[in-house]
């Protein structure tokens, strides 16, 4: 697992400026750490530099209790078969069992001429006392799993500059009982904290409930003005097109100016940006905290910032300064945005919001995104790694689910650079405060409907958390809370006192499937279903006009099951057939939650399963075509039936087996590349209900002279030509080609077979390429399962340094080469090099076409010899030397 999880790795951040202005470095090692039951002492002993932290074990920094034991291998990796159940759950031994003393020592002088020094912390959980050089920090107990905190412990910094920091963290005040409820028995939820821990329907207990220091610590050096919690709003009136010349943007900029000193203190704020300098002079009052506008600035030709697929995702950079008078930098911000405007606007004929985006609207083509790792091992790279994966997928939002945490800003950075819209929930959900009658809840619903228990809490949480994540062009929406709005007393001063003053420029909806978001006008909750359809469903059953949770199934293959069931359990599940087909599988799988989100009979039309290799290769064809029906049914509904949808979900914290597009491992399965098919930007698509041909254009300007291409496929490769015409398509329009259906059944009648359809330019350059596999007249695959093998020549070449070209050519003659996977892997131990990003995968090539997909991948120090394996449903594995 270790090395499975090589990219979290924490990662250093050191700013260093002039004299006075801002210098800050992360605590992130030689953190030591012990159980309370095991320190007498107390924090202002614990905390000398002469006292000896015997027999104290390597603490994880950002991390939890359980990451440090895991790593100390106290515990055995809990996401590995049932080993989660041999590690003690909180709510069983007691708080004090994962209550913890953490302590490490740093080097730092003490200042003259009046600089500051400053001891911040970006997240504990879920309580926690701090001791520095044998004296207490905090006055009060720092308490709450969302709020950040920082104290000047300038006089408390040793006179020779060896200091030592004592940490004791709490867990969570109420831990909740993991009885396999939504939440646990739902107490989890009477703290600002987040719900996923006490177990949920994708994912069981975290034990210790992610108590620790879970994020980043900071020193950090200022002068006697400490410049904090900086804004900038970038507006952009009128509709824009992305790459044009832009009329003017308006710059507003403020920040917040802490003054240390005894004294009145005058000075300048002030950045530059586009050759200008924006300044105001400022008076601050002894020992004040003083907001601070700044003129707005006028922006010409501004470069704008638009979601994936739309245009640039330019950003800005500017160095926000305070200079007292007469002195040197106190501080500094260095801050990186994008300028745009987001809007939303009501859709009469769908009665749902549209988003709109620099005056454009957007389909929203969106993911549920839980959290990056369930134990909250949480690094740069791997937010970059998954948003990206997100931006290959062709979407353009992902919403934050309410049941987790505000996300880190290195994850909103990762969506500011691949262009994915953010709608942040905050930390309610429907299932543990209080929504519905739940037998396997503590309280009852008015007991629960006023969850946390401390309301103060939960808005100085939210407070703290808007100001650190506002200035992100990525944050798009906020949201009161996950298929719940908060408490009237919290939601009331969030919606009108807190978010106008802190933001003020993002749509805020109660909670996730709201009215105001979508009118339910079809009954249920406002989302779903969550799983397994006939493709037909996603093109004629009408479900939310902005559905913000609908799924189905997502199990890897093979290779990603192997990383987490022993071999034993790796058993075949048991189809039950009836009306409502059902699967009993292994208790390992179960425990992976496999459960209500199975397969159901969707795998039998291609053959019963052989083995558990061969029904998670054809779980891979139920997957592709699963997703890609699913965006190309909402799709095909455009500002008819749907302003947008958000899939539930995209990704899975740790090794479930339900609702992902790849593993935790980051291991993509092909729902990843069918959503990317059915989302792209300009498709082409077959209408399995009426036969019709559809092309979709999400793009904002109108597409002339492209030539629709259709054509059929019989078993044996025999190629049909149905049509090839010149058409043109509208921004952000859905057009009708006309019904094959009489020619596709006669095709498939006793076989099944395969239908195509592209979209070319005028030079031929193929824009969409969309392969259909179709059954017979009983539903059954049967074509496939007696298909003739196809011989795939495959070469692989490397282009630049991590980047490499896959060339398949299948020669005429042949059947087709169906659905290869393309992988690289270790020549040595024949392991797949993760996270490996494809233009392409699951190729299907036809008899007498060569097709090209790159592979991105990060390279290593080293000498590791990697090669390419590709195999696919009619064609023989084999391992390609990279030229």
Known sequence: ?????????????????????????????????????????????????????????????????????????????????????????????????????????????????????????????????????????????????????????????????????????????????????????????????????????????????????????????????????????????GKRMPNATQADALIQVSAELDNTSEQIVTGELSYELGGKKIARDVRLKPRSLTEVDLPVLTLENPKLWWPAGYGPQNLYQIKLSFIPDGQKVSDTEDLTFGVREIQTQWNNTTLSKEIVINGQRLFIKGGNWIISDAMLRFTKER???????????????????????????????????????????????????????????????WARRKYPDNHALFLESAEDMIKMVRNHPSLAIWCGGNEIMPPEDILIPLRDSILPKLDGTRWFIDYSNSDQMSKNTIGGNGDGPYTIQPVSFFWEKRTFPFNSEVGSIGVGDYESLQRFIPEKNMVLPVLHPGEKPSEIADSVWEYHTYGDVGYKGSIKPYGEPKDVRDFTMKAQLVNYDQYRALMEGYSSHMWEWYTGTIIWKTQNPWTSMRGQMYDCYLDPNACLYGLRKGSEMLHAMYNPVDGSVMMVNNGFEAKRDLMLVIKTYDMKGKESLIDQSLFYIEPSQVKKYGSIKNRVEDLCLEKGGFVRTQILDTNKKVLSDNVYWLADANGNYSGLQEMGQATLRAEARKISEGEIEVILTNPIGNSLAFFNRISLIDAVTKDRILPTFFDDNYLTVIPGETLKTTLVYRPEKGKRKMVIEVKGWNTPKQIVEIK
């Open 383 to 445: 937010y970059d790694a998954e948003i990206r994966y997100h931006r290959d997928m062709n979407l353009n939002l992902l919403r934050i689910w309410g049941g987790a945490l505000p996300e880190r800003p290195e994850f909103f950075e990762a969506c500011d650079r691949y262009g994915l819209l953010v709608m942040q929930d905050f930390w309610m959900s429907g299932d543990c405060n209080g929504r519905w009658v739940d037998p396997m809840k503590l309280e009852d619903q």
């Open 1 to 237: 697992m270790n090395r499975l999880f090589l990219y979290l790795l924490t990662f250093l951040f050191v700013t260093i400026q002039a004299p006075f202005a801002q210098n800050r470095y992360e605590l992130n090692s030689g953190w030591k750490c012990m159980n309370i039951s095991k320190v007498p002492e107390q924090g202002t002993r614990i905390s000398q530099t002469t006292y000896k932290l015997t027999n104290w074990i390597p603490a994880v920094v950002p991390g939890t209790v359980l990451t440090t034991m895991l790593e100390n291998k106290m515990i055995p990796d809990p996401f590995y078969g049932m080993n989660n159940e041999r590690i003690p759950d909180i709510y069983r031994t007691g708080r004090d069992y994962y209550t913890y003393w953490f302590s490490t020592d740093f080097v730092e002088k003490p200042t003259n001429n009046g600089e500051q020094v400053w001891l911040s912390f970006r997240g504990i959980n879920y309580s926690c006392d701090l001791f520095l050089n044998g004296t207490k920090v905090n006055q009060t107990l720092y308490e709450g799993m969302f709020l950040r905190k920082s104290f000047n412990i300038t006089k408390l910094i040793s006179k020779d500059g060896n200091n030592r920091l004592a940490v004791i963290v709490y867990p969570p005040n109420t831990v909740g009982n993991p009885n396999g409820g939504q939440g646990g028995d739902g107490t989890i939820a009477k703290g600002v904290g987040h719900q996923y821990v006490a177990g949920w329907d994708w994912i069981r207990p975290i034990r210790d409930r992610n108590t620790g220091i879970w994020d980043k610590v900071y020193i950090e050096k200022t002068g006697e003005i400490n410049l904090k919690n900086p804004h900038i709003v970038t507006l952009v009136p």
